[in-house]
């Protein structure tokens, strides 16, 4: 089944990894700001009954342009975050992911429905390279499978390395 979904008010894009110790489905999806939020809602929540059945890691990424930090302030927003609750995903960024010399907000997010939500280590790399600033987060109960497939698996001591 094909999810991914182009509209003026919603872009995504599904990628199923098989090649882990357990099935895993990530999407990006970005909603252009100034958009419709109650038509991204109408979308995101068929697409998520769409994938409700299958028993799989899900998560889905990416910027969508709806402030986390004021849901209460907006209708539309709370009405989001009630439709990621409701199919059982919990955002995994809960710090800004915008900020200006005016505001800040966050924007940019990953959500997932696992159950060892606890487990995932979550971050915020503060670069210079756009006006948002990258999300990560790091699941170490999903392994890579070595097969003869290019495959390498990259350890938390190793990333850590990198930013010294």
Request: proline share 0%; glycine share 4%; aromatic share 16%.
């Given at each position: 089944m094909d999810l991914s979904f182009y509209s003026d008010s919603f872009e995504s894009i599904?990628?199923?990894i098989t090649n882990l110790s357990r099935k895993v489905l990530v999407a990006a999806i970005y909603r252009p700001p100034?958009?419709?939020?109650?038509?991204?809602?109408?979308?995101?929540?068929?697409?998520?009954?769409?994938?409700?059945?299958e028993q799989i890691l899900?998560?889905?990424?990416?910027?969508?342009?709806?402030?986390?930090?004021?849901p209460e302030l907006h209708r539309?927003?709370?009405?989001?975050?009630?439709?990621?609750?409701?199919?059982?995903?919990l955002p995994l960024i809960s710090k800004p992911t915008r900020i200006t010399t005016d505001s800040f907000s966050l924007i940019d997010?990953?959500?997932?429905?696992?159950?060892?939500y606890s487990q995932h280590m979550p971050g915020i790399l503060y670069a210079d390279i756009s006006d948002h600033l990258p999300v990560f987060a790091l699941s170490p109960s999903i392994r890579c499978k070595l097969t003869n497939?290019?495959?390498?698996e990259i350890s938390l001591h190793v990333i850590l390395?990198?930013?010294e």
């Open positions: 599904f990628l199923e100034g958009t419709d939020l109650d038509e991204f809602n109408r979308i995101l929540s068929h697409l998520l009954d769409s994938i409700r059945s899900r998560y889905l990424m990416g910027d969508f342009n709806v402030d986390l930090l004021k539309a927003t709370s009405e989001f975050c009630e439709v990621l609750f409701s199919h059982s995903f997010n990953i959500f997932t429905n696992s159950v060892n497939q290019l495959c390498k390395i990198f930013f």
